[in-house]
């Protein structure tokens, strides 16, 4: 090969390295700490350090260990989807969707599949290396304590690419999960869902393992009229085990090592038409509680992706994306000087580094010959250095932060060849790299009685990822080329909004925002079935965010309303797009879940979703009609260990179309109704 890529192997030896040096580090740990427990009491907690006493200011939203594992498809992204403003790309969820399309965003700020929300869990960033997509089903909820979601630039200390906003994952300890807890369901298609983890105390630390099985022959997204011989179902396996250890080295510096694999196969629409996606994950972090407060991370990812296209009229394969594997390497290290406890300073920088390729073969659609192999990567990195300050004067918080981002794009081809090897293409893209800068600011007034007044302005960079530069795609019969003069994307935003907590059973908030991504990268239309990504001039959303989260008893609501005014802005070779609503992006979503706990371990609920309509393509030609469904759940307690669960998706059957071009359509997941037991061990 012209260049030379990393090995799975070397990838998947880089992980056990990592994880074999954190094993090797928490076992004598451990032991130290035990004989230190008679001198020490050592609380260790598995998270990083604590938010500041200024992240109010930029409209923090938080989902609790309850309403995480109560959702109705026991998936993550129906639990983010009580966040107002949160979308996937396509309304499919992670069993019905092909894997590339899962990225997500907030506040409307979409326009392709790739992510423009930063996901951390524990830390580490989720993202593919290569696409910028989610790994939705590796992301199981039972494994997690809190989401904590920060809608909004304001890159600040997580790390590039947090333009829309940024997730924050944190998994739960061993005491939330206790000694063992275990799930098994099936559903009305004889799906199933099974999970197992098992969490014990060691010393002063803990080792949690998890496992988690989900299989079934889906449901037709092809509707009924549709069908044709070749139809088949959104058939679906996947599996993640995970390991995490925890332990104190001191009395203030806890080590944390976690390791992740995954692998996911689905079908979409076609017989032949899978789809996989599968990763091994592994890092360590270092969190410091003492004077010098501090957090050092570092990760290694190793993932892959494979397709196959089948065509829409003669149902036979026409491209095999049979592999693209991808790395991602990096770190993160944030030191807190010991300043006061109205004074809190944080400093630090992050590095992260992106490598990949694409390995596809396409075939004629009669004779079924291959016709060309091709390859396509490259690799990216950013490294960045950032410094927030935080103040506390009376009854106002005042935050302010800055950062440095030094990145790369290089080492970027595609090739192509013909079935005898003769080349037919084979560019080299020019290394290009440069800095660029971001601010955050905002300020918190505690008014007294509850009531919070805050406001903010942020910025924030996002690079393009490998895919959108060098990969091609098809989605029959629309083909959508890459670019690799892709510039990066930059937001400005500003928000104001007030929060109403006068007891612990009342909190209210809204929000107003003003975002603009500029040089947002768009599938822009060329021809009919010719798509180019493109930087347009900017994508510029404007809105109203409402929260509520009510007690009464036994009863609760929370409910989250998002209204918003997003469209492009374009010029040039992008002029048709001015003033059109970005793809796949609705004015309307809001959710709402009433609870009631009549006793002890008995928890009922119901949730209300609607989405608004949407259009499928930048040229909004094709409508996805307004969808609002409803779900259910419930957990009976059967004895000390046992609990009954009963789960119910899209209760009234809505017809959810996630997909329409020309008028051909997929859909989303019809009425659903799981059951099964739950087992937990203190």
Not at 119 to 130: E, H, T, W
Not at 162 to 176: C, M, N, Y
Not at 199 to 214: H, K
Not at 386 to 398: M, R
């Amino acid at each position: 090969m012209a260049r030379r890529m990393i090995s799975p192997f070397h990838r998947f030896r880089s992980c056990l390295l990592v994880g074999t040096a954190f094993a090797a580090a928490a076992i004598p740990t451990a032991a130290a700490a035990e004989d230190a427990a008679s001198r020490h009491t050592i609380i260790v907690t598995g998270e990083g350090l604590a938010q500041t006493p200024a992240t109010p200011a930029y409209g923090v939203q938080e989902i609790d260990e309850e309403q995480i594992t109560s959702s109705a498809s026991g998936r993550i992204e129906d639990v983010l989807s009580s966040i107002a403003g949160f979308q996937q790309f396509r309304r499919s969820d992670s069993r019905s969707s092909n894997p590339s399309a899962q990225g997500v965003t907030l506040r409307a700020l979409g326009g392709n599949a790739t992510s423009r929300a930063l996901v951390l869990l524990d830390g580490v960033p989720m993202a593919n290396p290569f696409f910028g997509y989610m790994p939705l089903s590796a992301i199981a909820p039972e494994r997690l304590r809190s989401v904590r979601v920060t809608r909004g630039g304001g890159t600040g200390a997580f790390g590039s690419g947090a333009v829309a906003g940024t997730i924050e994952l944190t998994s739960a300890d061993a005491r939330a999960l206790g000694l063992f807890h275990g799930s098994a369901l099936v559903n009305d298609r004889a799906e199933s869902e099974l999970s197992a983890t098992i969490a014990p105390e060691l010393g002063q630390g803990f080792v949690i393992a998890s496992a988690r099985w989900d299989r079934g022959k889906g449901f037709w997204t092809t509707p009924a009229t549709d069908r044709v011989p070749a139809s088949a179902r959104a058939r679906y396996d996947s599996w993640s085990a995970s390991l995490r250890a925890v332990a104190p080295l001191t009395d203030s510096i806890e080590l944390q090592a976690s390791g992740l694999v995954f692998d996911d196969r689905r079908t979409l629409r076609f017989d032949g038409a899978d789809s996989s996606s599968s990763g091994q994950d592994a890092s360590v972090r270092l969190v410091g509680r003492g004077d010098w407060q501090f957090d050092a991370l570092a990760y290694v990812q190793a993932r892959d992706f494979s397709n196959i296209v089948i065509s829409s009229t003669r149902f036979v394969r026409v491209l095999d994306q049979r592999r693209t594997p991808s790395t991602g390497l990096g770190g993160k290290l944030e030191l807190r000087p010991p300043l006061g406890e109205d004074h809190v300073m944080r400093f630090g920088a992050d590095l992260r580094i992106t490598d990949g390729e694409l390995q596809e073969e396409p075939y004629s659609a009669f004779s079924g010959l291959l016709t060309e192999r091709r390859r396509a990567g490259g690799r990216n990195s950013d490294i960045g250095f950032f410094l927030e300050d935080d103040w506390t004067i009376g009854p106002v918080v005042l935050t302010a932060g800055a950062r440095a981002d030094r990145w790369t794009v290089k080492e970027g081809f595609y090739r192509a060849v013909d079935a005898s090897g003769v080349v037919i293409r084979h560019e080299r893209y020019p290394d290009r790299s440069g800095w660029d800068a971001s601010f955050r600011g905002g300020a918190v007034l505690n008014a007294g009685g509850g009531l919070s007044l805050r406001a903010a302005a942020y910025s924030g960079v996002r690079l393009p990822t490998l895919n959108e530069l060098y990969r091609p795609f098809v989605v029959f019969p629309v083909t959508t080329n890459a670019n690799a003069a892709l510039r990066n994307e930059k937001l400005r935003g500003v928000e104001a909004g007030l929060d109403f907590a006068p007891s612990e059973n009342v909190r209210l908030s809204v929000t107003a925002f003003d975002n603009k991504v500029k040089n947002a990268v768009a599938n822009v239309t060329l021809t009919p079935t010719e798509r180019q990504r493109q930087n347009v001039d900017a994508v510029h959303s404007r809105g109203l965010e409402f929260g509520a989260g009510l007690r009464f008893g036994t009863v609760s609501f929370d409910g989250s309303l998002a209204l918003t005014d997003a469209e492009v802005e374009g010029s040039g070779a992008s002029a048709a797009l001015d003033g059109m609503r970005p793809a796949q992006t609705p004015k309307v979503a809001a959710s709402g879940t009433l609870a009631w706990r009549p006793r002890e371990g008995w928890y009922l609920s119901a949730t209300l979703r609607h989405v608004g309509a949407q259009y499928e393509d930048d040229l909004q030609t094709d409508v996805l009609p307004a969808a609002t469904t409803l779900d259910a759940y419930a957990e009976l307690p059967v004895g000390e260990m046992f609990s009954l669960v009963l789960r119910g998706e899209n209760l009234t059957d809505e017809t959810i179309v996630t997909r329409n071009q020309g008028g051909s359509m997929d859909l989303g997941v019809p009425r659903s109704v799981w059951a099964g037991i739950k087992v937990r061990l203190p």
